[in-house]
């Protein structure tokens, strides 16, 4: 048997980070000790809440932009086929979980449910049709079915066929074995086990202000404690910063050369919402486009079933939004705190180099309802006013840093591992 020393970890933030980070720790390093901070009242409220995300569980079945066409128009999918095989490590993981009865119900958190790509105009159909062609040899991809058939895409898609008049070329692919995952629902329940039958203590009201490092190479976190009013200090030899929107300040705080010549972005989501049953029923998959030509792929807009607090509903977007605050629940400080000498030229260099993302979030920003509701007739041409609702979803911090390949201010768009 092995003994290692016994090791203490602060996670800061319970979003799915901190809730899979910990369960993971947990099962292989048991004696552990444990400790999560959080700055709300109960796990997962921010960006992994379900009304805060699409709840689409990657695994490039239907988005785009997972697949790369080349110069040369061949099409790259060693994306897609990395994306797709770290979806399969995460359900083994949640199969596992179910399995040992560390959570239940596994129908509250992940529902079988189909993904679609949906194009028109006839670039992106040959696009979608030469993706198609390359990812159905694949073994995963081999379920993919490919259709320009109206009648076909009809019994695919009702609602968004129904009352189509444009005559421009329009194509889908689509794969049953799609998923829609509630990761608010996922992250309480591996919380909940956490701090049950595990005994790790969660702390809530509790927000991390300050992280230092100690002469020992030891971390001491700085918690302020809003309902007892105090001020706490803990060490601990591994911090995670599962802070979400939260976590370029605190990483800022750590003063590690990696904190240096970075900075973020806030960008909140906004998704029209119908809860109609009549116009809900008729749609019962995911809906992924292809993102406007010179814009990210966090702007490619889809048609989402959901199934969140026992009700199905139809969520469409995200349309992008912006305010200064790096969480839902943050400061109107938060932008403004962020910009150090050392990353206000990364910053500027960033908005200098993409000016097409600046002019696309501006309209996006300055969009009204009925720009919005244009948008979604693109998907279902039918849609009223009065059967859609605006809501405010998540917040994305878009990490800009200097990075060796590209130079100054890059914006990246995937999630950032700093250690
Ligand atoms: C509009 C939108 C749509 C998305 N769609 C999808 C999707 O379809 N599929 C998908 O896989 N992903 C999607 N995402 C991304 C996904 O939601 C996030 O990657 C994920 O939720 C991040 O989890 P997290 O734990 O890092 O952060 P969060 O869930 O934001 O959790 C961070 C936690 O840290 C706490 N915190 C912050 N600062 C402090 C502090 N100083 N001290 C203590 N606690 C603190 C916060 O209160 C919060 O509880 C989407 C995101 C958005 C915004």
């Known amino acids: 048997m092995h003994n290692k020393p016994k090791k203490e970890v602060i996670l800061i933030g319970a979003g799915i980070m901190s809730a899979t980070l910990g369960t993971l720790l947990n099962k292989l390093e048991p004696s552990w000790n444990i400790k999560v901070f959080e700055k709300l009242d109960q796990a997962g409220k921010e960006s992994s809440n379900e009304w805060n995300n699409a709840g689409t569980g990657h695994a490039a079945l239907c988005e785009l932009n997972y697949t790369v066409e080349q110069p040369d128009g061949s099409i ?138 100690l002469a020992d190479h030891s971390w001491e976190v700085r918690v302020v404690n809003a309902v007892e009013g105090t001020i706490e200090h803990h060490t601990a030899d591994v911090v995670f910063i599962g802070a979400g929107g939260g976590a370029i300040p605190l990483l800022q705080k750590t003063n ?28 019962t998959s995911k809906v992924y486009g292809k993102e406007p030509d010179g814009t990210p792929p966090m702007t490619v807009p889809h048609l989402d079933r959901r199934y969140i607090d026992g009700q199905s509903s139809l969520l469409f977007g995200p349309f992008a939004g912006f305010g200064p605050k790096f969480l839902k629940k943050g400061s109107n400080m938060d932008l403004l705190g962020s910009i150090k000498p050392n990353n206000v030229m990364t910053l500027l260099s960033a908005g200098a180099k993409n000016l097409p993302l600046i002019k696309y979030s501006i309209e996006q920003v300055l969009a009204t309802k009925s720009k919005r509701m244009e948008s979604l007739r693109t998907f279902v041409p039918g849609a009223k006013d009065e059967d859609w609702e605006l809501i405010t979803a998540g917040k994305r911090v878009q990490v800009i840093k200097d990075t060796d390949d590209s130079g100054r201010g890059v914006i990246q768009f995937g999630t950032e591992i700093v250690h």
């Open 76 to 213: 790259d999918s060693s994306k897609a086929v990395e994306i797709y095989e770290q979806f399969q490590l995460s359900k083994q993981f949640w199969g596992h979980l179910v399995e040992a009865n560390d959570i239940e119900n596994p129908q509250d958190f992940i529902r079988p449910l189909p993904h679609i790509s949906f194009v028109y105009g006839e670039n992106h159909v040959d696009f979608l049709k030469r993706r198609y062609q390359s990812l159905s040899p694949l073994p995963m991809f081999e379920a993919m079915k490919y259709t320009e058939d109206p009648e076909k895409l009809t019994e695919w898609i009702p609602l968004m066929m129904k009352n189509r008049t444009s005559e421009e070329p329009i194509a889908a692919t689509k794969v049953e074995a799609g998923t829609d995952v509630n990761f608010g629902e996922l992250t309480r329940k591996m919380i909940d086990h956490l701090e049950g039958e595990n005994a790790i203590a969660v702390q809530y009201h509790s927000t991390v202000t300050d992280i230092k490092r």
């Open 256 to 283: 590690i050369p990696e904190s240096k010549h970075i900075g973020g972005f806030p960008i909140s989501g906004e998704f029209l919402v119908c809860q109609n049953p009549d116009i809900v029923n008729q749609h």
